[in-house]
């Protein structure tokens, strides 16, 4: 601990006191000045060293003086500590704020320990804690500095952070050693925690002897890396000192004349095929080729052995069988439903095999319409490549040939706009383009109407208006040096019945960068990561859409995306 409290004595004279006493030697010695170092640590007490010789580093209480300073270190005793057990004065306190002004926090953040927190006045001088050095596997780290920078005087709360550095002269040595079962060292190697090599070495060979025969067995290591840097800690940290850990090869003895040798034969997950006793030399022999059942991916045929089995047996060793695995092909359901949701067909098809249709349904007319057939909804693909619903479409016919027809127009919240009826084959007048008050941020703009209207009418229909919302961040003050991090969520005017699902990708201003029309199910195309400029305090990294990306097209959707700010060096 010399070392440590010598190694750090420089950062120890930045926040201490100094004076000197006359220590006067035995007869024959010339006399020492003391040069000592008072070093504040805790509320009561502090220590004491000598900054030009090895005076061991003493512990002793502050001595305060009238004004509750330590005489020594220069510690400020706190009302608390000096023995204040009245109630203090209402007056006195408000006199003193109005002389002094509020009072402020100034912590100290020292390694792992608990904050120190000191309360100062306005003006009034800071006075920094002592820092000790720490201790860790790489070595003594001693105080550096302060960050931010310490002031002179206390003008608002503040915490400061001890910054350490861990010089090349105090970096721990470790030391590693591979020694045979005679002491003979096979390999020895130092260097800090970061650099040392640790490979092991090659596995030696022990002569046999007039009794036994030997055969490696494993390293054995009288201490592990935590155990000899915890002994080495426990005795002080001392940098002269290497962090040893050795390694000793043991060994398998065989007489000699029985020399057997365990071969074990095993499945892919371990358990346990085969166990045979050899003798040195024997014809060596497999077991039955294994079966490895297959999954609900692949299919496994046996390979072999690994390490590859030899000949005759040499010594003890495990063998592990290997196999070589084969997709199976993945099965998916298609399923083909009426306009009411019953089930017309439903049948599993493998990936890549072609779709079969089934019959055309028939829909029973009723008192106003007869239907006909129409195709698929969505249209069916050729072959399958995952799970699949579609639902047959019909076209209606008006029984009547004066049956009228009522055609609405509605708004995004359901309201309507105008809803008249027109005779078959009428011409629909469409309203004019209805307009959205913004929200916050927000405003919109008239997109379309959904489904697309008919220029005839040839049966009942109502038409929804849908808009394009678009991002504002005119009226927020300073908005150009905001970082965009805003979730946007679907848009209710979105919400588009049937398959006009409308899924578009914006920038951070709402412009858009891409839009697409998906039918239900559709794989969702997503574009390359956007990119915004620097400004002049940030650098933008693009961190993901918000909300999270579907895979499928299930809803329409604005997809916003989000940005990491990273301040400027």
């Known amino acids: ?116 927190c000191r309360e100062y006045y306005y003006g009034e001088s800071l006075r920094a804690p002592g820092v000790l050095p720490y201790v860790d596997k790489f070595g003594i780290h001693t105080f550096k500095r302060w960050e931010p920078e310490l002031c002179e005087t206390v003008g608002g709360d503040q915490d400061y952070v001890a ?38 070495p090659e596995v030696p060979e022990r002569p046999e002897d007039t009794e036994y025969q030997y055969q490696f067995k494993e390293w054995l290591p009288c201490d592990t890396l935590e155990s000899a840097y915890e002994k080495w800690k426990e005795e002080g940290a001392d940098i002269s000192r290497q962090i040893t850990v050795e390694n000793i090869a043991t060994y398998l003895a065989y007489e000699k004349e029985e020399m057997m040798y365990t071969v074990l034969f095993r499945d892919y997950d371990g358990s346990m095929i085969r166990e045979d006793s050899i003798c040195f030399g024997a014809p060596l022999s497999c077991p039955q080729d294994p079966a490895r059942e297959s999954d609900n991916e692949y299919a496994y045929v046996f390979r072999g052995w690994v390490p590859e089995p030899e000949a005759v047996c040499t010594k003890s060793v495990v063998y592990t069988a290997v196999y070589e695995r084969t997709a199976l092909p993945k099965s998916y359901t298609v399923t083909f439903l009426d306009w009411n949701g019953r089930i017309l ?6 990936n890549g095999m072609r779709i079969l249709l089934p019959d055309e349904p028939v829909r029973k007319e009723d008192d106003r319409f007869s239907y006909s057939f129409d195709g698929w909804k969505p249209c069916v693909n050729e072959t399958c490549v995952k799970d699949m619903v579609y639902t047959a479409k019909y076209l209606k016919t008006s029984k009547a040939e004066n049956c009228p027809y009522t055609v609405t127009f509605l708004d995004y919240d359901g309201s309507v706009i105008s809803s008249e009826e027109y005779m078959n084959g009428e011409e629909v007048s469409i309203p004019g383009s209805p307009a959205r008050s913004s929200e916050g941020f927000f405003s919109y703009k008239f997109r379309k109407w959904v489904p697309e209207v008919s220029q005839k009418a040839v049966q009942d229909t109502v038409y929804t208006a849908t808009y394009t919302r678009l991002l504002t961040l005119d009226n927020k003050e300073g908005a150009e040096n905001e970082s965009v991090n805003v979730e946007i969520a679907e848009d209710p005017t979105e919400q588009i019945s049937g398959d006009g699902i409308i899924i578009r990708f914006l920038n951070g201003y709402g412009s858009v960068i891409s839009e697409k029309e998906y039918t239900r199910g ?24 918000a909300p999270a990306v579907s895979e499928t097209a299930e809803k329409s959707v604005d997809y916003m995306p989000q940005f990491i700010k990273k301040k400027k060096k």
């Open 1 to 116: 601990m010399k070392r440590i409290w010598k190694g750090c004595l420089a950062i120890l004279l930045s926040t201490a006191l100094f004076a000197s006493d006359t220590v006067y030697a035995e007869d024959g010695y010339e006399e020492h000045i003391h040069d000592l170092v008072y070093s504040y640590v805790s509320e009561d007490s502090h220590r004491v060293i000598c900054a030009s010789c090895d005076l061991e580093s003493v512990l002793e209480d502050c001595a305060y003086d009238d004004n509750g300073s330590c005489i020594r270190c220069g510690h400020r005793k706190e009302e608390a500590d000096a023995g204040i057990t009245e109630l203090p004065d209402t007056e006195a306190l408000e006199d003193s704020t109005e002389e002094h002004g509020d009072s402020f926090h100034v912590n100290f953040h020292i390694a792992e320990n608990d904050p120190i």
């Open 163 to 200: 910054e350490y550095e861990l010089t090349e002269e105090n970096k721990a040595v470790y030391n590693y050693v591979w020694k045979d079962y005679d002491g003979e060292i096979l390999k020895e190697t130092s260097g800090y925690l970061d650099t040392v090599d640790i490979t092991v």
């Open 345 to 350: 067909s439903q049948k599993s098809y493998e």
């Open 522 to 545: 559709d794989v969702v195309e997503v574009p390359k990561d956007p990119s915004r400029k620097p400004d002049a305090q940030y650098s933008y990294e693009f961190r993901n859409w």
